[in-house]
């Protein structure tokens, strides 16, 4: 740098140095008073000619035009003092400047940052979202109101606490690893959900941020903690995801549930564990949903459900509502036949204890499939398929009890499904037809009626026989369908037969199952068929076996009186075979009974002596006569029989001796004939 | 509305500062050693870096007069620096007293300063604001009282784009600041380059550039490109010693003086 900035053009550059040259002369003229000189080198500076070239430049152009001598010298000497004491204060005054312009600068500053600060101190202290700051070692230093608010803290009273002391339950360990590393500065953000515990008990949940904050050299020194109470929206999920996970009526766990449950344990498995399952269906529940209405049919499975959680729970297991009256309860390390066998009876039994819904007081049974199976592996829908297998072996085995997975008996039950599956269709194909069965009285041996019997001449299977899939239509409930067709073609082929002869006076004997009796539209059923097919009421026999009689309602009972009362006559099928009430049986809408085959084959010669089933029959005969009901013995295959039951009083019989059951025209022909 | 901002930066006296190094370079004692350690190794790597400067500074006072003969009585100067002899409002107001100028810095420092040497002046006023939020400048000159851009304007950037990067977009903070003008109003701008100089100059400077405060020397069209619709006055665009040199002025090597300036009017 060889001069100052010049502010003034050349022009004024030349006049000024000229004024100035002038002024140091006086002083060689006159150096009792060298001001002048001093003043020309003040000047040279406050012109701004304050580099170093212009002293020497201006010194050695006076040097060589001065003349020589004290004087000049003197007058040089006190223009270079002039010109250094006034550079001296330029520069002084310029760094007094510059120093004050500094601190109003750092004045600004400071206040700027004041008011910043005051700004967020006011955000800090009034924001909605929680904040707090912790410091490098996990300390709390600094919440603000709201955080402390959603904590059920005072705010200093979180100061001194650690990140740590926060820690509950639900945190996934992923979560303070990911705290660890933000620790180490690997990671600048973390946003997450946290649950927290308020001071005073429960959970608040949080959205959650944490930030980093690092000194000038990157070194972590705060955790920067925001977060939102978003307890509500969490309590919604976590109810939306219990609902999806739930079954609304029971609160057990759906089968989503339970399927998710097999599919961890599945995963988690190794070779030698087992899973056990028992699958529980309540016995003829639809029976309770007919007669006592939905509703109590809810609050029956609510019970039922209870029980059963509590018969789980008590033993570690899971207990899930499968739908409909069918539940399951999941045993995940399966300790062997024992436990499953200790666990379906525990479960047998606190199904069958009384239930009181309402004013009604329920006895319900349940029947259960168990299976074990290596759970390494497994496939849910093979459980799944076992376990109902065998639920309906136990059915088939006649109800409340439990039966265990036995892979013949299920190649059996899949038969039987097959057949169950089949069933609607051939009803709609028409392969179900009736045989009937003449029965004659006694000792006159005059045909009497025809008892019509329903055959299902299966395409694959040939000609089934109602013991083949009565039961089983009794479970789908297609009996009903049934039922009414066959009593419709029934009374058809009896009217037919009256009118075409008269002079036999016959009428006709159709089954009636318990299923169908609980159809409210029995009573009309039949009052639709006699109208249509003109068949007379009292040409007609319904043949219902005790338990259907029996049952624990009245409603079917009910039923029965109406179409007695229209003059249908009613017999009880099998008598004997069940639990019979003799005492009540008088107060029954009933006409007749019939004797099983079982008792007949028992009958022998008339010589030889009475064994215990004569004197059986005969004991029936004379309670039916003493209550003024007819007797009809079923299964009479001999002569010898056919003796035996006129002997004691018996008053018709039916049977292969009797005649075998026929088609409508063969007995047209005979009959005719 | 004037938004509340972060806290500032607090003054760090210990970096140097664009504005103080001018200031040394061009003679003050407005600095302190750090600005005069990097002034020094800058008159190293360029030697001409002091002359461009004092050029720069000539340059400034020749403009203003000369639009003040045009007849324009506000100046918004960007970039003005530590306040030395010869200011805009110092020269525009010996011209015509009523004219009004605004002096618009980042470096707080010379906000300060600015602000200590203006006081009792009341038709000069600071604002302190980067040259890159065009916005806020033009804000802030309007709400001090001082400009009006409903009349013509004369924007000053002396020596300020070449220290905003190519990825700032120097050209179109530019025309944010033009663009507003009426017509009339005048842009002014210089802006050192790399035009005429010896490969080993241009060497030195890049280097140097690495190391202090960026400045990026552009080339004449570029520049050029910056003036956008105005008219060029003459001489045009061009090294700054022969923008209209005052009487008796002679320069021999205007090229070493690296770097262009122009004035442009807007039609």
């Known amino acids: ?673 | 509305m004037d938004l509340p901002g972060w806290a500032p930066e607090s003054i760090d006296v210990t970096r140097p500062s664009a504005a103080r190094v001018y200031d040394y370079i061009l003679g003050g004692a407005h600095n302190f050693a750090v600005d005069r350690q990097l002034g020094d190794e800058l008159i190293r790597t360029s030697p001409d870096v002091a002359e461009t400067m004092r050029a720069n500074r000539v340059f400034l006072r020749r403009a203003v007069r000369f639009l003040a003969a045009q007849g324009i009585r506000q100046f918004l100067d960007i970039g003005s620096g530590v306040p030395t002899v010869g200011n805009v409002h110092e020269i525009a107001q010996q011209v015509a007293p009523e004219s009004t100028v605004v002096y618009v810095d980042v470096d707080p420092v010379a906000v300060a300063h600015s602000e200590a040497i203006l006081e009792g002046n009341d038709r000069a006023g600071v604002v302190c604001a980067d040259m890159r939020e065009p916005g806020r400048i033009t804000e802030q000159a309007r709400s001090l009282g001082l400009i009006d851009f409903t009349a013509p304007v004369a924007v000053l950037l002396a020596g300020v784009v070449h220290f905003v990067a190519d990825s700032d977009d120097p050209a179109g903070l530019v025309a944010k600041l033009r663009d507003p003008l009426v017509k009339d109003s005048y842009l002014l701008v210089s802006h050192t380059t790399f035009d005429g100089q010896p490969p080993e100059v241009v060497a030195a400077q890049k280097l140097a550039t690495r190391t202090a405060t960026p400045i990026y020397p552009r080339p004449q069209a570029e520049i050029r490109s910056y003036f956008g619709d105005t008219t060029l006055v003459d001489p045009g665009l061009v090294f700054i010693p022969l923008w209209r040199p005052d009487p008796g002025e002679v320069v021999e090597h205007p090229e070493r003086i690296s770097a262009y300036a122009g004035v442009g009017r807007k039609n």
């Open chain 1, 1 to 673: 740098m060889e001069s100052g900035y010049v502010p003034m053009g050349p022009v004024e550059l030349e006049a000024l140095l000229r004024d100035l040259a002038d002024d140091v002369l006086k002083v060689v003229d006159v150096p009792a008073d060298p001001e002048p000189a001093r003043a020309a080198g003040a000047a040279l500076v406050q012109a701004h000619l304050t580099g170093p070239a212009t002293l020497r430049a201006t010194l050695t152009t006076l040097g060589a035009h001065l003349p020589p001598g004290p004087p000049s010298t003197m007058a040089q000497a006190t223009l270079a003092a002039g010109y250094a004491t006034a550079l001296r204060e330029v520069t002084l005054v310029e760094q007094e400047r510059l120093a004050r312009a500094i601190i109003g600068a750092q004045e600004r500053t400071e206040r700027a940052a004041r008011q910043s600060e005051a700004r967020f101190r006011a955000i800090f202290a009034g924001a909605a979202v929680g904040i707090g700051i912790s410091d490098d070692h996990g300390r709390i230093i600094q919440v603000n109101q709201a955080l402390a608010d959603m904590l059920g803290y005072r705010p200093e009273e979180m100061h001194g606490l650690t990140v740590p002391d926060m820690v509950h339950p639900s945190d996934p360990p992923e979560m303070w690893e990911m705290y660890a590393r933000m620790a180490r500065g690997e990671v600048d953000h973390v946003r997450m959900e946290k649950a927290y515990f308020r001071k005073e008990g429960g959970v608040v949940w949080t959205d959650l941020t944490v930030s980093l904050i690092r000194d000038e050299a990157g070194t972590p020194q705060f955790n920067v903690a925001m977060m939102e109470d978003i307890t509500d929206r969490h309590n919604l999920q976590d109810r939306l995801r219990h609902q999806a996970l739930h079954d609304p009526l029971t609160g057990l766990p759906n089968r989503t549930l339970f399927a998710d449950r097999v599919a961890g344990i599945v995963r988690r498995a190794g070779r030698s564990d087992n899973i056990g399952v028992c699958y529980l269906d309540l016995d003829r529940f639809k029976r309770v949903n007919d007669t006592l209405g939905h509703d109590v049919g809810d609050q029956l499975l609510v019970v039922v459900a209870e029980r059963l959680g509590d018969c789980a729970r008590e033993r570690g297991h899971l207990a899930a509502r499968m739908g409909g009256d069918e539940f399951i309860i999941l045993v995940e390390r399966c300790a062997g036949a024992e436990q499953l066998a200790e666990l379906a009876e525990a479960t047998l039994a606190a199904v069958a204890a009384p239930i009181s819904v309402g004013p009604h007081r329920l006895r319900v049974s349940a029947s259960i499939g168990v299976v074990e199976r290596p759970a390494f592996g497994v496939e849910l829908a093979d459980i799944l398929k076992a376990a109902d297998v065998t639920l309906y072996q136990a059915k088939s085995e006649g109800r409340g009890r439990w039966a265990r997975y036995d892979p013949d008996a299920a190649a059996r039950q899949v038969a039987r499904y097959e057949l169950s599956a089949a069933m609607p269709d051939a009803l709609d194909r028409g392969e179900f037809s009736l045989v009937y069965q003449p029965i004659v009285d006694l000792p006159g041996r005059t045909l009497r009626g025809l008892e019509a019997l329903v055959r299902w001449h299966h395409p694959r299977l040939g000609t089934l026989t109602p013991d083949r899939f009565i039961d089983l239509a009794e479970e789908t409930g297609l009996i009903v369908p049934l039922g009414r067709q066959v009593l419709r073609e029934a009374c058809q082929q009896a009217a037919d037969w009256r009118r075409h002869f008269p002079e036999r006076d016959l009428f006709v004997s159709v089954n009636v199952a318990a299923a169908q009796t609980h159809e409210p539209s029995l009573v009309a059923d039949v009052h639709d068929v006699l109208a249509q097919t003109g068949l007379k009421a009292a040409h007609l026999q319904l043949e219902l076996t005790e338990s259907a009689l029996m049952a624990d309602s009245g409603a079917p009972l009910a039923a029965l009186r109406e179409l007695a009362d229209a003059g249908v006559r009613v017999a009880i099928d099998d008598f004997g075979t069940g639990y019979s009430n003799l005492a009540y049986l008088r107060s029954l809408p009933v006409h007749a009974l019939k004797l099983p085959q079982p008792l007949i084959d028992g009958l022998r010669e008339p010589t030889s002596p009475p064994d215990v089933d004569e004197r059986i029959v005969d004991a029936l005969v004379r309670l039916a006569h003493a209550i003024e009901l007819t007797v009809t013995a079923e299964g009479v295959e001999t002569s010898a029989q056919a003796e035996r039951l006129t002997l004691l009083g018996c008053d018709s019989a039916q049977g292969w001796y009797i005649g075998p059951p026929r088609p409508a025209p063969e007995l047209t022909e005979i009959l005719g004939g």
